[in-house]
């Protein structure tokens, strides 16, 4: 049961983060530009960290499934120790994809909302928000190569 509940999570995070990118293009973006004198254009890196999250989400959705299907013979030591493995590298690239998620949507919010009286976000709150966006983003990524490539070995050669 623990793998479908996380699988459908994953699924219904995916769907929500979907529609949440679409409502921040269409709603928010030109605000955004306007409350940081920033073109539109030079945005991409938060829609760039909102397809990271839609695209990792469904990956992990579906590790769910490769878990449940490719651990049955526990009690083997080495079948164990892939899955220990195997569940290190999901684990970790759902905390490092949860903060993501965290800093595309909430952090994001909670800058407009305090300086949305004001109608400006000081620009160096928002290039740190940037910098620290773009890191995730690529940190992410980086942590999900490690884990489709190791999907796609099947654990088989865990030390590479």
């Known amino acids: 049961m623990h793998y ?3 699988w459908d999570a994953h699924n219904k995070a995916r769907d929500k983060a979907r529609k949440d990118a679409a409502q921040f293009a269409a709603d928010s973006l030109e605000k955004l ?4 004198k920033t073109p539109t254009s030079q945005l991409k890196f938060i829609m760039d960290a909102w397809k990271q999250v839609i695209e990792c989400r469904r990956i992990l959705k579906w590790t769910y ?3 449940y299907y490719s651990f049955e013979d526990e009690g083997e030591k080495e079948v164990e120790q892939r899955r220990q493995f195997f569940e290190f590298l999901q684990g970790d690239a759902e905390r490092i994809l949860d903060q993501l ?3 595309a949507e909430m952090k994001l919010n909670g800058l407009r909302d305090e300086y949305a009286e004001v109608g400006l976000i000081p620009a160096d709150k928002f290039q740190d928000f940037r910098k620290h966006l773009i890191g995730l983003t690529d940190v992410t990524h980086g942590s999900f190569d490690k884990l489709v490539a190791q ?6 050669d865990m030390h590479k």
């Open 4 to 6: 479908f509940e996380r």
């Open 33 to 36: 530009s306007d409350m940081t």
């Open 65 to 67: 499934a490769y878990g």
């Open 101 to 103: 998620h965290e800093w």
């Open 151 to 156: 999907l796609e070995r099947g654990f088989e």
